[in-house]
């Protein structure tokens, strides 16, 4: 027998054999609740039958992030959702790596594998208590965002935050998110590819909106002033970085605007 537990009183020998679920409640409400959306659908469940039944406590899901963030820096939005402050680079490998791990773990064959029914699940998870999504822009790509945007639309009344950087929003991404979220407060669509006329769709839509970020967009510029005054009543409308083209598409222009003189 280690000699240490022989100098342990009875109750402190009770104490070195707790087991997980034996912790008081207020302690794995504060574990889960800052371990990340996808470590509650691929690790948390499997810890023993009591945390599975916590992990399924709607506060838990509430704020939905694929995938989990790692980054070093975050801001602090009007209703607490950390946003990264890094160069925000693509989420899109990493994303790709979960959805793979979380199929193989569940034995779903990946050519069946449907992604919108994972982060549908997963917003069902909280009973209609979903306020915030992100997800990388990838999903945009993979047309899975409708289905998405239209299930929280008819489940979560208080959904108030998306963000989707490095997306595709075209007219039909665009006309969604006015369609079935219209009352968003944040909007994040840093570095996509959006035209100006979707982002006028996303302006007048969406009336209720407190923080728009566009930041290092393609398809306008920073300096639009028509877009300015639209945006004149949102709070936090930020634009810097964005331009027509990238700057690849500038120097191929000035290759052949020099080539035609």
């Known amino acids: ?16 054999n707790r087991k997980w679920q034996d ?3 207020d302690c794995w ?19 023993c039958r009591t945390w599975y039944r916590a992990s399924l406590t709607p506060c838990f899901w509430k704020r939905l992030v694929f995938p989990t963030e790692t980054q070093k820096g975050t801001v602090i939005h009007p209703w607490s959702f950390p946003v990264s402050t890094s160069d925000d680079d693509d989420d899109s490998s ?35 208590e979903t306020q915030f999504l992100k ?20 489940n979560c009344r208080g959904f108030e935050g998306l963000h989707m950087s490095h997306a595709l929003v075209d007219v039909d991404l665009a006309n969604d998110i006015v369609k079935y979220v219209p009352k968003i407060k944040y909007l994040c669509l840093r570095k996509a590819k959006i035209d ?20 290092g967009c393609v398809g306008f510029t920073e300096r639009d002033r ?3 005054n639209l ?17 690849q598409e500038w120097e191929i222009a000035g290759v052949i605007q020099v080539d035609e003189d």
């Open 29 to 47: 409400v504060n574990i889960l609740d800052k371990v990340g959306t996808e470590c509650l659908l691929l690790s948390v469940p499997f810890v």
């Open 226 to 228: 028509e877009l300015a």
């Open 1 to 16: 027998m280690d000699h240490h537990l022989l100098h342990l009183s009875s109750a402190d020998r009770r104490t070195s």
């Open 196 to 215: 100006k006329s979707e982002l006028i769709v996303l302006i007048k839509g969406c009336k209720e909106l407190e923080v728009l970020d566009v930041r």
């Open 23 to 25: 912790l008081p409640k």
């Open 231 to 247: 945006g004149a009543h949102i709070g936090e409308f930020m634009m810097e970085g964005s331009s027509l083209f990238t700057p």
């Open 94 to 128: 990493c994303f790709d790596y979960f959805t793979r791990k979380y199929a193989r773990e569940f034995g779903i064959e990946w050519s069946r594998f449907c992604v919108s029914k994972l982060i549908k699940f997963a917003v069902n998870r909280s009973r209609g």
């Open 135 to 154: 997800v990388p822009g990838i999903c945009s790509h993979m047309n899975v965002m409708r289905d998405v945007l239209e299930h929280i639309g008819r």
